[in-house]
């Protein structure tokens, strides 16, 4: 019993309570919305927000970031239509667009690790080369007639569940396990909160980065895959601004963007808010046009609150910390 309370008051599991009582408050003002349909599409639909969200919930708890999951993502989809519609197997373009993104995940590591440089500069500098070389290879146009049997894949189920959500709901677990059971999970937060003390106990802080952009760029590269099939055409623009999306909803589920704080289930949750958004607008009776505008409000809100709480968690250890200090020395006085 205990342990669920603790479940229950943990951290992670706030976008959870968030996302019902956003559920309820729209399906107040439109009860169309507790259609079961409307609810499983808006689920389904955050499917490759979850997947992204995987990977660059380690590059934010080392305490880094990186802005170009947008282009790696726009970048593997037009690979992999390309290759799906030239008749390669899905498997062979699922391994092709992993070592696209894990390449590009390490040239943003070797930037941020070896060379020092800002991993904002760094992923921003590769968003912008990326998205040069999605022209290049697209030739600007959209890539069209893709395989139906491709298209039909975003609609097919599993035990009655749409089979890419199964898919970013097993991955959330995974990677969730691998976070919390394995030691190495742990080193990314301890990078994140303190590289030095980690580096003192011997974590391995370099090789701990490193492998955190390349995972962003592996996961960036498997949603391209879910994103191919469910749109069925790649623009050139594909991808174009997700970044911005994913990481509100990353602090949104509990990820500091300091580094050292977060959880692969928080930040899924998290985002499976944000990319509820668009939904939840036309339901309330907007227009769908306000989600950038909407978006970028929240993430300026979810950074801001963010920076204020991490102030106030310094400034309560510090009193506590003070606190002892000052029983220690009257009791030895």
């Known amino acids: 019993m205990e342990r669920v309370k603790s479940i229950l008051k943990s951290r992670e599991i706030t976008p959870l309570y968030m996302i019902i009582i956003l559920f309820l408050i729209v399906g107040t003002i439109n009860p169309a919305f507790f259609n079961s349909d409307n609810i499983l599409s808006t689920l ?24 170009s999951i947008g282009s790696t993502l726009g ?21 092709a667009v992993i070592l696209i993104g894990g390449i590009i995940g390490l040239i943003n590591a070797v930037g941020v690790v070896d060379f020092e440089i800002s991993s904002i500069i760094m992923t921003l500098g590769t968003l912008g080369i990326v998205r040069g070389v999605i022209y290049v290879i697209t030739k600007g146009r959209w890539i069209e007639n893709l395989p139906t049997d491709f298209k039909s894949l975003s ?9 890419f959500f199964l898919i970013s709901f097993l991955l959330v677990i995974t990677m969730h396990l691998y976070l919390t059971k394995v030691p190495q999970g742990g080193y990314f937060k301890a990078v994140g909160d303190n590289p030095n003390g ?8 370099k090789r701990t980065k490193r492998i955190s952009f390349i995972l962003s760029g592996i996961f960036s590269g498997i949603a391209a895959i879910v994103f191919a099939s469910r749109t069925g055409f790649i623009a050139p623009i594909a991808g174009n601004g997700y970044e ?3 990481i509100a909803g990353c602090v949104l589920g509990g990820i500091s963007l300091t580094g050292g704080v977060g959880s692969i289930i928080g930040s899924s949750l998290g985002v499976i808010i944000m990319a509820s958004l668009s939904k939840v607008l ?3 009776g907007f227009s769908s046009d306000l989600n950038n505008t909407i978006t970028g409000a929240l993430l300026v809100i979810i950074v801001i609150s963010d920076t204020l709480l991490q102030k106030y968690s310094v400034n309560k250890n510090r009193k506590i910390r003070l606190s002892n200090r000052v029983k220690g020395e009257g009791i030895n006085g």
């Open 282 to 284: 036309v339901f309330m």
């Open 75 to 95: 970048l593997c989809a037009s690979v992999s239509g390309i290759l799906i519609r030239d008749g390669y197997n899905i498997f062979v373009v699922l391994i």
């Open 155 to 163: 609609q097919d189920s599993i035990l009655g569940v749409n089979i």
């Open 44 to 67: 389904y639909g955050s499917s490759i927000y979850i997947i992204l969200s995987i990977g660059i919930s380690f590059v934010i708890m080392t305490g880094e970031i990186d802005v």
């Open 244 to 246: 911005m999306t994913i």
């Open 198 to 205: 980690a580096h003192l106990v011997g974590i391995p802080v």
